[in-house]
């Protein structure tokens, strides 16, 4: 198993920046695609970006692209999300996710595909 730790949202105006991070303990950190996610009060929770294992491939959702960025740190077992120009719509809980994959093929957007969740972090955005 592997666990999953988030940090770094906070309540911020809109065009700030922040960087939220994953922490991730337990099995070996580069044996997982990571993903970020968020849930906005009253909707679905929805896809926001992804990293595969060696950090070669990048995916993100239309809305964040050009914004967010996403990376990885295997030696330190992180993964971070760095939000830029923020908007009033990017409030969410914030989840950082783990999917367990044998080969380095890519990233995945599907949150089923994923089998580890971390408890979530707060991103307000005041316009």
């Known amino acids: 198993q592997v666990q999953l730790v988030e940090s770094g949202g906070g309540l911020v105006q809109a065009g700030d920046s922040l960087r939220l991070s994953c922490a991730a303990s337990?099995?070996?950190?580069?044996?997982?695609?990571m993903g970020w996610f968020r849930q906005a009060p009253g909707k679905e929770r929805e896809f926001v970006a992804s990293i595969s294992r060696s950090g070669g491939r990048l995916s993100y959702a239309d809305s964040v692209k050009g914004r967010f960025t996403i990376a990885r740190d295997n030696a330190k077992n992180t993964a971070d999300l760095q939000m830029n120009s923020l908007k009033p719509e990017d409030t969410a809980v914030y989840y950082c996710?783990?999917?367990?994959?044998?080969?380095?093929?890519?990233?995945?957007?599907?949150?089923?595909?994923?089998?580890?969740w971390g408890q979530g972090t707060q991103v307000t955005v005041s316009s």
């Open positions: 337990g099995r070996t950190f580069s044996w997982y695609v």
């Open positions: 996710a783990a999917s367990e994959s044998l080969y380095d093929t890519g990233t995945r957007i599907r949150q089923y595909e994923y089998n580890y």
